[in-house]
């Protein structure tokens, strides 16, 4: 009886710990018609992106810059709200990503303290290109 008690105690605190994995809140700003190439592991993207707080204090834009930013996403080249929220993405789609500061820069916050320690980041992200590099889904 001890032991079916202690199975049960361990299966609901893995249960809530589950729940409590932080995710990226993804709106979809613009759908693509006929997807035939979605974003996946591997794949060297390039996006425009604007990075806010959510108050709506902007903090980085490629706008600005005049180019696309590129990585190959799943590689941890980026913060992991972004390898989670672009997987999937079509070219020509726009999403808009919440990022919890678990999946962003957390308690250190960035850019010389444009981005305070655990913030909530919201990314306007346009996927302009992919090219298949990887065949892996993350």
């Keep these: 009886m001890k032991?079916?008690?202690?199975?049960?105690?361990?299966a609901v605190f893995g249960a809530a710990v589950a729940n409590d994995t932080p995710k990226v809140k993804i709106g979809?700003?613009?759908?693509?018609?006929?997807?035939?190439?979605k974003a996946k592991g591997g794949d060297l993207i390039h996006v425009h992106?604007?990075?806010t707080l959510q108050d709506g204090t902007e903090f980085d834009s490629s706008h600005n810059r005049g180019k696309p930013f590129s990585f190959t996403l799943?590689?941890?080249?980026?913060?992991?709200?972004w390898d989670q929220g672009l997987l999937g993405m079509c070219e020509g789609e726009r999403r808009t990503l919440t990022i919890p500061p678990e999946l962003g820069y957390g308690a250190s916050g960035a850019g010389g303290g444009k981005i305070p320690p655990n913030?909530?980041?919201?990314?306007d992200v346009e996927m302009i290109k992919i090219e298949a590099r990887g065949s892996e889904e993350l």
């Design 74 to 81: 799943g590689a941890r080249q980026v913060i992991k709200g």
């Design 119 to 123: 913030a909530v980041l919201v990314f």
């Design 3 to 10: 032991l079916q008690y202690l199975l049960f105690i361990c």
């Design 49 to 51: 992106y604007k990075g």
């Design 28 to 37: 979809v700003k613009k759908r693509v018609e006929n997807c035939t190439r």
